[in-house]
């Protein structure tokens, strides 16, 4: 499964920028996606993560109230409104799309290229 995103960048301390993901296709169904990022010299880690089948979504304490993850379920795009950015949220960021596969029943997991955000203070 394919996993596209988009929408990073360089901006400055305090600006705003918004994350895109997709999975496209139709063989199969997505259950949950997720943003994660892995800055320099460290592990990556969640940021947000949200499930297509209802539910609160999960946000890592360093993002709560400044970072708000959406989704469309029929375009299997989740995104990422990122307000109030800090240096610190400089990193790759990645996009996770978990699911299964609707003919095999395999369970999936894929991930993005990544896409770079710098925050400039």
């Known amino acids: 499964v394919q996993v596209v995103e988009s929408g990073g960048g360089l901006v400055q301390a305090g600006a705003s920028l918004r994350l895109s993901c997709a999975a496209p296709?139709?063989?199969?169904?997505?259950?949950?996606m997720g943003w994660y990022r892995q800055a320099p010299g460290k592990q990556r880690e969640l940021v947000a993560r949200i499930t297509f089948g209802g539910g609160s979504p999960n946000y890592a304490d360093s993002v709560k109230g400044r970072f708000t993850i959406s989704r469309n379920n029929a375009k299997n795009t989740i995104y990422l409104q990122m307000n109030s950015l800090k240096p610190e949220d400089t990193a790759v960021y990645y996009c996770n799309a978990q699911g299964r596969n609707d003919y095999t029943g395999d369970d999936f997991g894929s991930w993005g290229q990544g896409t770079q955000v710098t925050v400039s203070s």
């Open positions: 296709g139709n063989t199969f169904t997505v259950n949950a």
